[in-house]
């Protein structure tokens, strides 16, 4: 396999930032693969996470964010568990969301950063996650309208999904954990 | 025994089943769960995706709540027992993140709180011999095919929960009850649930081989410990079949649902009507 990157103006890319935002030392990785045969989406992606951290180690730049493996990941961890050098690759991913988050990167296929920006809004509002309300200002912001609407009856009947927003949390410190969070984004740390 | 009890969002939308069924064993079982006033959402995977920090400091919200209580904390939702014990974990290895995480929680968190599974406090502080002698129904041979998933063992170095390629805690209840439980191949494979809504496409793909898995082996059913396995399996059981062109009709229960059923617990109380593929194969074994 080849891989072609481009380099940036920076030596390493995305490398040193994305080191520092998960806390793992990529050259650590000696690309035995363990991480992508146990990858259940590696098969699916343009690249699979071995190659991910190649491309990091290679001097990567911005082209890496727009790679569809970023949000296919499932977060499901098998590549960190398995790693003999014991690397967190699920957080090198995470890490790379933020990435692509923050310098706005075209958006992937089903738009996973609208639905968490939708799950997220109603969890700071309410202290809890309010599904309906999530999910069709998910569906409204551009996710599939008619996806899943067979199975809504069904669920208000079998009690799956509440109607009314949750109460009971305690709003305040919630409200003030968001706001914490935008501040220390605010300050480019 | 008494334990603080974080019950989690789903207790209150799509894994309903999962928390009463819960409540109910906990009960017949003399185990005592405190709600923890004032719980709120632990950020699940939208959290961590978006911003680490964020995704430490909703989870310690809660954590700070059980340390005021001196109690264990207790949780049945595999994504809140996960994003708990990573809080904990990035609290006690990280001192900046500790810092900026009780910054956000305007109070001190030392990450000391001991977060717990309901499945590890039945097996650990009752444990099977005991808990046998409860039981009032055996499984009858039911064949299980017990699903651990993704969360509740991975990753080891922070989960500590089992062994993270072959666990085994939900087998030793079923075996406990009665039933026979499987040895099959897809224990720990990802059901793709992290992507229920944005690419069901994926999660369809990857449900579809747990399920013909399982059924290749033989089961009866499938038991599962996570709202996220569940209603990946179970609500979209026939999406799965679209994909696979065949019928499978295989019910996904929550392993405490078994557990009420042996412990001689009304239908009612553990939400067996609510799952989507009927659970009759189940009741006329048990019968």
């Known amino acids: ?122 969890v700071e509002t309410y202290g809890r996650s309010y599904d309906l309300l999530a999910i069709m200002q998910y569906k409204l912001g551009g996710g599939n309208l008619t996806q899943d609407v067979e199975k809504f009856p069904t669920m208000l009947k079998k009690g799956k999904m509440a109607i009314l927003p949750p109460s009971g949390a305690d709003k305040k410190t919630v409200k003030q954990i968001f706001k914490k969070a935008q501040q220390h984004k605010g300050s480019g740390k | 025994m008494k334990y603080a009890y974080y019950p989690g969002c789903s207790a209150h939308s799509t894994a309903r089943d999962m928390h009463e069924s819960s409540m109910a064993v906990a009960r017949s079982l003399d185990i005592e769960l405190v709600e923890l006033k004032g719980w709120s959402c632990c950020g699940a995977t939208a959290a961590h995706q978006t911003d680490r920090a964020l995704a430490a400091s909703l989870p310690s919200a809660n954590l700070v709540l059980a340390k005021t209580s001196g109690l264990d904390m207790v949780v049945n939702c595999a994504a809140c027992y996960n994003r708990l014990k990573y809080a904990n974990h990035e609290i006690i290895t990280m001192p900046a993140m500790r810092q900026q995480v009780n910054d956000a929680i305007g109070r001190e968190y030392d990450g000391s709180v001991k977060v717990r599974h309901l499945v590890e406090v039945l ?28 969360l509740l063992v991975r990753p080891p170095e922070v989960m500590n929960f089992d062994d993270p390629e072959n666990p085994t805690s939900l087998d030793r209840l079923v075996n406990a009850m009665g039933g026979e439980s499987l040895e099959w191949p897809y224990k720990v494979e990802c059901c793709g649930g992290g992507l229920s809504l944005t690419r069901t496409d994926v999660l369809v793909k990857l449900s579809a081989l747990i399920i013909e898995a399982a059924q290749a082996c033989g089961a009866d059913c ?17 999406d799965i079949e679209k994909e696979a062109g065949k019928r499978f009709n295989l019910p996904v229960v929550y392993i405490s649902q078994l557990l009420g059923l042996c412990l001689g617990i009304p239908h009612k109380e553990l939400g067996l009507n609510r799952l989507m593929v009927n659970p009759s194969v189940i009741l006329k074994t048990i019968a």
């Open chain 1, 1 to 122: 396999m080849t891989i072609k990157i481009k380099k940036q103006a920076a030596e390493t890319g995305l490398r040193r930032k994305v080191e520092e935002m998960s806390g793992v030392d990529l050259s650590l990785c000696y690309q035995c693969k363990k991480c992508t045969c146990g990858c259940p989406v590696a098969k699916l992606s343009q690249s699979p996470p071995s190659e991910i951290v190649r491309r990091l180690q290679l001097g990567a730049g911005n082209e890496l964010l727009e790679n569809d493996h970023i949000w296919l990941c499932l977060s499901c961890e098998t590549c960190y568990s398995r790693c003999p050098m014991q690397i967190n690759v699920a957080s090198v991913i995470d890490a790379l969301r933020t990435l692509t988050l923050a310098r706005k990167t075209s958006l992937p296929r089903g738009n996973s950063p609208l639905f968490n920006r939708t799950f997220l809004k109603a």
């Open chain 2, 222 to 238: 499938i038991a599962v410990a996570c709202p996220m396995c569940q209603s990946s399996l179970d609500l979209r059981q026939k």
């Open chain 2, 123 to 150: 097996l650990e502080d009752i444990g099977v011999v005991k808990l046998r002698k409860h039981f009032k129904q055996s499984l009858n041979g039911l064949k299980v095919a017990c699903y651990y998933g993704c």
